[in-house]
């Protein structure tokens, strides 16, 4: 999703290290940030340091950041990611009989930040090509964090309507990594559960 003039601005003096451009941006997104966390995790605690360590990573790449390309596809990676480890480490303490089970095999499987920041511009370039009503609707859901009934208002459509585009919208962005990159299926699993 491309930034505002705005966000380009405020991710332009996060490069250069400016606190109030990151406090700016963490009260833009952490609310979308969380619901996308909280639609897989349900503890708290847990969601509460997720959403830590997100805006930490953003704060310690920030020089990896460019202005025009916005963050939100950026955060919704690494929050994605940041899932998944938590949840291979969930597994790891708290399934008695995990001990018995080789752990390399699930982290091997779950792609590196670097990889999956890799794939960013082909979900970017998915994300583009929606239709213009269904890219909205995933966007405000999704990269902004409002609810289905906050995004049918904004909209002006009813909820059914606006899961309708969600549910299009997930399947076209995964078809569209899978045609242009098969190389990877874990991500595709894991974008599936993250999309949903």
């Known amino acids: 999703m491309l930034p505002s003039e705005k966000e380009s601005l405020l991710i332009g003096s996060l490069i250069q290290g400016s606190h109030e451009a990151f406090e700016e941006l963490y009260f833009i997104y952490v609310k979308a940030i969380r619901a996308n966390i909280n639609k897989i995790i349900t503890e708290y605690e847990d969601i509460d340091d997720l959403v830590q360590e997100v805006f930490v990573a953003l704060w310690q790449n920030k020089e990896k950041l460019d202005p025009h390309k916005g963050i939100a596809d950026w955060l919704y990676v690494v929050s994605f990611n940041k899932v998944m480890k938590r949840l291979k480490k969930k597994i790891s303490q ?5 001990s018995s089970i080789d752990l390399t095999l699930i982290s091997e499987d779950i792609p590196s930040e670097d ?13 583009e090509k929606l239709p213009e009503r269904k890219k909205l609707a995933f966007c405000q859901y999704k990269l ?6 906050e995004v049918a208002a904004k909209m002006g459509i009813t909820k ?4 309708k585009y969600l549910k299009d919208a997930r399947r076209f962005i995964l078809a569209y990594v899978a045609e242009n990159d098969r190389s990877y299926p874990i991500i595709l699993i894991l974008l599936t559960h993250f999309l949903h």
């Open 115 to 127: 990889l999956l920041e890799s794939k960013l511009p082909l979900i970017q370039e998915a994300i």
């Open 160 to 163: 059914d309507a606006v899961k």
């Open 144 to 149: 902004e964090g409002n609810s289905l009934d």
């Open 94 to 98: 708290e399934i008695p009989w995990s």
